[in-house]
C-alpha cells in the first residue's frame, strides 16, 4: 500500500489528534465541547485553521474575538497570540494545518 490512512474521531468529545506530524507539516483535528478549547499560545508556523463544525471564537494578538462559522478557513501567521474557544452550544470542529512544519 502506498498511502497512509488516518482516522478522525466522529464524536463530540474533547479531542486533539495530532495526525500528521511530519517534517513537512503537522495537521491536527480537534474537537471542543462548549466552553472548551486550547491554552493561549503563540503560533510556532504559519496556521491554516478550518472550522469543519460549530462555531469558532479566536482572539489574535490584542484584538477582541472574532467568531467562525464552519466552512471558514483562516490563515493566521507564525508568532500570532491565539485564544481559540468554543463560547457556543454547538460542538466545536477544527482542521489546523501548520505549514512549514515547525522545527
Known amino acids: 500500500m502506498v498511502e497512509q490512512i488516518f ?14 506530524f511530519d517534517e513537512n507539516v503537522n495537521y491536527i483535528h480537534m474537537v471542543f465541547p462548549r466552553g472548551e478549547g486550547l491554552p493561549e ?3 510556532n508556523s ?3 485553521m478550518t472550522v469543519v463544525r460549530g462555531t469558532l471564537s ?12 464552519e466552512g ?3 490563515k493566521i501567521p507564525v508568532g ?7 463560547r457556543h452550544e454547538d460542538t466545536l470542529e477544527l482542521i489546523v ?4 512544519a515547525p522545527v
Not at 482516522?7 to 500528521?20: I, W
Not at 479566536?58 to 462559522?69: M, P, R, S, T
Not at 500570532?80 to 474557544?85: E, G, I, L, Y
Open 7 to 20: 482516522r478522525l474521531s466522529r464524536g463530540n468529545e474533547k479531542a486533539v489528534e495530532k495526525l500528521v
Open 41 to 43: 499560545h503563540f503560533s
Open 46 to 48: 504559519n496556521v491554516y
Open 58 to 69: 479566536i482572539g489574535l494578538n490584542d484584538q477582541a474575538f472574532h467568531v467562525y462559522e
Open 72 to 74: 471558514t478557513l483562516l
Open 80 to 86: 500570532t497570540r491565539m485564544n481559540v474557544r468554543n
Open 97 to 100: 494545518v501548520k505549514a512549514p
